[in-house]
């Protein structure tokens, strides 16, 4: 199981802008560097990630190797409904991870 | 004598067009981050301005490089940030990232980190609804390389 840390604030007003953070640990390994047996260590890395809140969606980015890392995304988002704002990355190797907050709008 | 004369102008004037014309997106950066860019922005024209490119322009350790793109957009339905898309002139490949936003976001702002194989010229390109397209660029100076770095 991947180790996924979120960050977005848990009560918020309605129609208020919060900022979300996100990081996963991944190697994010670029498929440009030899290892110890001077071979090139093949590509590992995460290509997509997204966000939906309650199901619809609000932000997606596809990477490339050059990201990070560990890769640390912060974006933001209208806060119009209580709800599960939940995060999804997929990558090589059939990588796949996500994890979820609640937050609730008054 | 007269039939070089005609030729020769078309050339002159040929010339001219080709390095006239690519100026606007194109200043001395490398093909393959031209290409990388005009695949995402096809024949439309890239106007310098609305967004802010935040990296340290000295970074110690290319491994991890703090950007922050920021577009200033209203959001609205009507006239919002519809992506924002990242490249560089020196890593394996011009690609950085790609994100794809929308009214729900409030604010066109994104923040992560990347990895600068080299001292390099970051651009950031954002696409409004209205199909038109903002950029700016920084330049980094790096002094411990990333990606490739155990390459000699």
Known sequence: ?106 | MMQPLPTRRAFVAGSLLVTVLPLASAEATPDAMAAAIKDVVGEAEIRLGRVTLDIPPLVENGNAVPVTVRVESPMTEADHVRAIHVFNEKNPQPHVFNAWLGPHNGKAVIATRIKLADAQKVVAIAETSRGEFWSASTDVIVTIAACTEDVK
């Open chain 1, 1 to 106: 199981m991947a180790n996924v840390l979120i960050n977005a604030p848990k009560t918020v007003r309605k129609g208020e802008t919060i900022e979300l953070k996100a990081l996963i640990l991944h190697p994010m390994e670029t498929g440009f560097r030899p290892g110890a047996n001077g071979q090139l260590i093949p590509r590992n890395i995460i290509e997509q990630f997204t966000a939906t809140w309650n199901g619809a969606e609000i932000f997606r980015m596809k990477m490339s190797p050059a990201v990070a890392a560990n890769p640390y995304v912060s974006f933001f988002a209208v806060a119009k409904e209580s709800g599960t704002i939940r995060f999804q990355w997929t990558g090589d190797r059939n990588f796949s991870a996500e994890g979820s907050v609640m937050v609730t709008v008054t």
